[in-house]
């Protein structure tokens, strides 16, 4: 052959100029010289690439080199061996197996294997192996034509490696589903894949809006740091989260984009759920929170500025969710808030806190009076019709205000303030507005004290049950007592219900209260039972906050049971209006109490709200006429009127009458002379303690009567709430 070298080289290259990968032309261009030149004598040729990363020898094509070896890795990156020396030092080595110091290796080759690195620009990435001669030293120009070679083929294997990955590259690039965007160093965009095309054909935007306003540092500042800048930018309803990569050998900037829209609406919703509310879309209790917080931090700066908090809390709004169900409920709540929207018109935050309850923040707001003004706007706003369920319904609220100014020191406390107006507001019944004031704090601050005396009384035994007699109209004789709570304070001497039952109330202490009462009354009823006393029943009173704990009738069996006292001589009093607020679950309990034999009279009758169709369908043994109405007997024709009435109605409805606060002989005989039952007031007896009830019923002047025993509960009739039906 007398293939000159430049033809061999010509030859080379057009053999790249077919699209063969790497493996594929080291090995066609070994075959080359091989079979077409007489090149390579001694008829070896392999090629070696060291690998990215571990920069060790790879085999990539070997003809009669390795071909009998098992372990060609091992040979290829022991350190002494000429292989990894020339790849090393990038200097063209000569192989000899037979001077080899390594005898560990059980290869040997019989020919002189010449190793030339093959690099470029001086970095070398693989070696060129070839037994150039079959016996004989080779000739110095082949040895320079061999290096020739190598340059030639390290600089093909070098491009189609290059052209390779920049092949990948390009099919990962459009193949991507995510976004990707490759820019010249000065920002000039050079090329977009598919995906990016997509999103700007989708939104109709072009990439300056896809990519961060802030793009232009982005891309500057990864060209100096070398390293991965990201940022996040929000394009119509997308948000895409950038990575800027500068790549040195191409100095360009390809810049990686990753949708998190989806991430991005969670945690949306999830900041959106934790400042709305979920039923009317009003800003929730946190969302107010913060910015009664912001108002404060007005305040830092400008101490004369004053903004108001209004709570406003819907009133009696139980009994339409009693009445009506929970889904009518929500949508007259949806109503109240979408009032409250439009009476603001984004002017104030307008935010619903818990059940009933909303909040409105009025900003910049020194005018005590126009405070009153948005309070009753307010009022307006909400008072309209609401029909739900073919329903009316028309609420009012109770509205309590808070100001906050300098004084005020956190925004929960801003708020407590606020709920104590409410508070106050409602203890005056409906449609109220109250404005916090430090008096209210120093009364919530005594109440608390008072609170927690009573829990110490309640221990001690300082709490007493007085009994109040209850006598027969007709023969004066004492039938039972009103048991009523007394606090025997070691200082301020003998204190009666109206100081404390309501603080008991709010602090939840009426649940232990109430037990000790009745425990107490179980107890003395069992006493006059084992001293064989004239039989006579006791009532207790039992508030509101006790007749909404589920367990108050297991509470009170229990005790009745511990005590071994009879259930037929007790009465439960609850107020007209605990029974108006909740008729259905006061229509449970009562039926539940009468199941075990206590017995049950409406108190406080006529005060309350009830209609008289409730009135006829609950199954109540007594009825209290309240005191106010008898404090107007004879001579208050609308008294008389109200009193006459009641106790026919009664009549009717086979209940027993009880007459409160009688104080003078014409009212207990116009009493008498309309047949009422039964009298309980001042002009027969007071409150007492036990010991004083036990003589009373001993020595009479009145005597109970032995035969009013047990009134056998299976003639007593239950009136089911749902019908109609009369007695
Ligand atoms: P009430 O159930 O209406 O009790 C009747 C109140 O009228 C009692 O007041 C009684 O002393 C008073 N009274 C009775 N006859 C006359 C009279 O002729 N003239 C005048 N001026 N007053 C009369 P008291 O004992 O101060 O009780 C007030 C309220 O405290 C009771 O009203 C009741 O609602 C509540 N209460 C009393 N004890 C308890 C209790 O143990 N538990 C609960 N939850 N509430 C209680
Ligand atoms: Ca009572
Ligand atoms: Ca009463």
Redesign the pocket.
Known sequence: MSNSISEITTSLLKLSLKDFSVKEYAHESAQYLLKSTEFVEGGVIAICLLKKGTRTLELITDIGLFEESDNIDEILNTSECAFMTSARRGETTILNCDGCPNKKCSWNTPKDIHVFPLKVQNSTFGILCLALSEDDSPSDKKLNDSKLLADTLAEIIFNTINHERHKLLTYFAHENPSPLIECAANGEILYTNPAVKKILWQQSIDISELLSVNHQDFLANSIVSQLPETVVSDSGESSFLWSYQYVPETDKVLIFGTDISSQKRIENQLAYDSMFDHLTGLPNRNHLLSQIRSELSVIKKRNDYTFALLLINLDRFKTIIESLGFTAGNSALKTVAKRLAKWNNNDNLVARLDGDEFAVIIEDMPNMSQIMDVANAIKIAISKDIIVKKHTIRLTESIGIAIGNTNSKSAEELLQNASAAVYRAKRQGTNHTEVYDKEMHLNALARLRVSNELNDAIDNGDLK??Y?PVFGLHDLRVRGF?????WEHPVRGLI???SF?SIA?DSGL?HK??KH?IKSICAQLYKWQNDKLPLAWVS????AH?FKLNHLVTDIINIITEEKADPYRLFV?I?EGTAAESPERAFKMMVKLREHGIRIAL??FGTGYSSMSYLKRFPIDAL?I??SFVDGLPENQEDVAIVTSVITMAQALGMKVVA????DERQAMFLRAQNCDEV????YG??MPAIKATALLRNGPFQGKKSDSKIPIGKIKLKPLTSDHNE
């Open positions: 049950v007085y109040q009103e048991a009523l709570a007394r009666g219900p109206g039952i109330e009426i209260l109430g009462v207790v009173n039992v508030s006790q009093e107020t108190d406080d209290k309240d005191k409160e606060g009688v104080e309980q007031g001042f002009l007071k409150p």
